[in-house]
T-cell receptor, first 115, second 113 residues
Framework: EAGVTQFPSHSVIEKGQTVTLRCDPI?????LYWYRRVMGKEIKFLLH????????ESGMPNNRFLAERTGGTYSTLKVQPAELEDSGVYFC?????????????FGPGTRLTVT | GENVEQHPSTLSVQEGDSAVIKCTYS??????FPWYKQELGKRPQLIID?????GEKKDQRIAVTLNKTAKHFSLHITETQPEDSAVYFC????????????FGTGTRLKVLA
């Protein structure tokens, strides 16, 4: 079974620019989560989708971040305009909606550097 | 708010020795506690997990213990090997929190050959 994939693996942009990160969850996983790890700190929750609906976006830092999951398959996370403090590794994870829904499968992450 | 504290932040052990990483959580509704291992440049991988109705779980050289009263849980790795070197994250999950994970800050484990 294919795992969670993320694109791009790395992105370097200048402050003020826009970046869009993409996550493809495991096929059939209704739950999709976005997390972020800023250098040396914990992996922090950003938001949670169930299919195309946002269930919890309490972790989104501010309105410069916009997440979508149209059609309930892949998700995108757009940062516009990017600031220096947005640098970090953005992880996506997915899980089943039934059965062992606790276990989240992580993607390899997108390393975002804002200069 | 909810948080998970993890100690130590770095840990060096000799090959063959044991390693213990400890976490404390704040949300008493948490009922699922996974441990992830992240090797350099790779994705976090689940290595073991425990639910709140169990006090201990073991899988070969890895074990996790949970003390619900004290809100502590720990990862124990015995007979460490160089390939155990990685960053380990503990997390807590609660049904009241849409099952999102609250992570600790990670422990960088180095196993010295």
């Amino acid at each position: 079974e294919a795992g969670v994939t993320q694109f791009p693996s790395h992105s370097v942009i200048e402050k003020g620019q826009t970046v869009t990160l993409r996550c493809d969850p495991i096929s059939g996983h209704d739950n999709l989560y976005w997390y972020r790890r800023v250098m040396g700190k914990e992996i922090k929750f950003l938001l949670h989708f169930v299919k195309e609906s946002k269930q919890d976006e309490s972790g989104m830092p501010n309105n410069r971040f916009l997440a979508e999951r149209t059609g309930g398959t892949y998700s995108t996370l757009k940062v516009q305009p990017a600031e220096l403090e947005d640098s970090g590794v953005y992880f996506c994870a997915s899980s089943q909606r039934t059965g062992n829904f606790y276990e989240q499968y992580f993607g390899p992450g997108t390393r975002l550097t804002v200069t | 708010g909810e948080n998970v504290e993890q100690h130590p932040s770095t840990l060096s052990v000799q090959e063959g020795d044991s390693a213990v990483i400890k976490c404390t959580y704040s949300d008493s509704a948490s009922n699922y506690f996974p441990w992830y291992k992240q090797e350099l440049g790779k994705r976090p991988q689940l290595i073991i997990d425990i639910r709140s109705n169990v006090g201990e779980k073991k899988d070969q050289r890895i074990a996790v213990t949970l003390n619900k009263t004290a809100k502590h849980f720990s990862l124990h790795i015995t007979e460490t090997q160089p390939e155990d070197s990685a960053v380990y994250f503990c997390a807590a999950s609660s049904p009241s929190g849409t099952y999102k994970y609250i992570f600790g800050t990670g422990t960088r484990l180095k196993v010295l050959a």
